[in-house]
């Protein structure tokens, strides 16, 4: 079979494995307020934040997932380049995840995988494949890119 398949094919489950670090990740923080004040008791509190995580992307729609695939432009490398930074930078995020839950800090799943992927691009390709935002937004006020989820911040 050819590379570029067997590396989506990766890509693809490291893609699954960040899902899972994110679910984990973030859903103790979720639960955390409602657990530790007892207004829930931990079943409660797990089966309805699974429900809303489960139905967020079907009712609420998939904005974040735009705006993520939306801040690097790796059309003009070749494809077996662009999908191996993916991975690295997928994989960064995944560290990220598992050292900050390892330790207790509370961090955002979105961010890790912002920096990672904003990460690996710039030291494998150079920081012109990342878009930054910081035109649109000094000449037209408009939020694209890396600067719509550091304003988020």
Known sequence: MDTIYWLAVATVVIVLFFDYTNGFHDA??????VIASRAMTPIQAVCIVGFFEFMGPLLGGTAVANTIGKFVDLSSLDK???ILILFCGLLGAIVWNLATWWLGIPSSSSHALVGGVAGAVV??????????????????GKLLGVMKVLVSL
């Open 28 to 33: 103790a923080n979720i639960v955390a307020t």
């Open 80 to 82: 077996q380049t662009a």
């Open 123 to 140: 030291a494998a390709a150079g920081s012109q494949f990342v878009i930054w935002g910081w035109t649109p937004l000094m000449q037209e």
